[in-house]
């Protein structure tokens, strides 16, 4: 299981939930049912001390939405290499200068606020709220942050 999302790169305020993945190994044929392997955690999750267990199944991602014992929202879906490599590239512009996470966090605080997010009511997801601040980020004079992308093709 690796996480992924706001707490890896940086990003998560008070009310950020936390987001994990199970990885299967390469050959573990539960990658190719990623519903059925969802449907066991959530099976086992109450006897783990999590509740409010909800399963969206019908995502375009598949997931398990549960409660810790602390409060804490968790999020669990299956095989999301790509949301945990989309995380460590915010990770790198966060660490290269604090105005990322800075700017970042009021971004999504703002947009939350505005109810502006959340892709199933039409809306940009937090992850797009970050890109677009990096961006603009990028774009200031001078700029806060290179373009890593054009960075590693240059280098």
Known sequence: VVAFGSHLNGLNTASSDFDLSYMPAEGDPSADAPVRVLQRFANELPNHGF??????????????KAVDMSGTEVDLCVGNLLGHQNSKLIATYCALDPRVAEV??????????????????????????TLLTIYFLMQASPPVVPNLQDLALQG
Request: cysteine-free; hydrophobic content about 40%; charged content about 15%.
């Open 51 to 64: 509740y409010g267990i909800i399963t969206i199944f019908h995502a375009t991602v598949p997931l398990v």
């Open 104 to 129: 970042g966090k009021l971004v999504k605080q703002w947009a939350k606020a505005k109810e502006l997010v959340g892709s199933s009511d039409g809306h940009l997801n937090s992850y797009a709220y």
